[in-house]
Nanobody, 115 residues
Framework: QVQLAESGGDLVQPGGSLRLSCAAS????????MGWYRQAPGKQRELVAT???????NYEDSVKGRFSISRDNPKNTVYLQMNSLKPEDTAVYYC?????????WGKGTLVTASS
């Protein structure tokens, strides 16, 4: 079992920055892939970024160049640095971790980019 706890969501003005964190706990040897998804009001959940234990990364096109995913393997923590935030980035952001064929989800943290 893996428990994921996100933090860092907040209200920020367009053009601002936020850093999300997600700490994993529970019984596991390692987390090969961790990532972030988001769900905006009235829209489907979408992938934002993923990172492997070797730090290979993948980003959704709309966040490339603005968002950066990183991880601290000894702390089992993944981060999402979000810069140049836009109103369309407003969403609940969910942390994920893959172990074998199973995907674990956090409860989400709300990011609002609005003036």
């Amino acid at each position: 079992q893996v428990q994921l706890a996100e933090s860092g969501g907040d209200l920020v003005q367009p053009g601002g920055s936020l850093r999300l964190s997600c700490a994993a706990s529970g019984t596991f040897f390692m987390l090969p892939v961790m990532g972030w998804y988001r769900q905006a009001p009235g829209k489907q959940r979408e992938l934002v970024a993923t990172i492997t234990s070797d730090r290979d990364t993948n980003y959704e096109d709309s966040v490339k160049g603005r968002f950066s995913i990183s991880r601290d393997n000894p702390k089992n923590t993944v981060y999402l640095q979000m810069n140049s935030l836009k109103p369309e980035d407003t969403a609940v952001y969910y942390c994920t971790a893959n172990v074998g064929i199973r995907t674990y989800w956090g409860k989400g943290t709300l990011v609002t980019a609005s003036s």
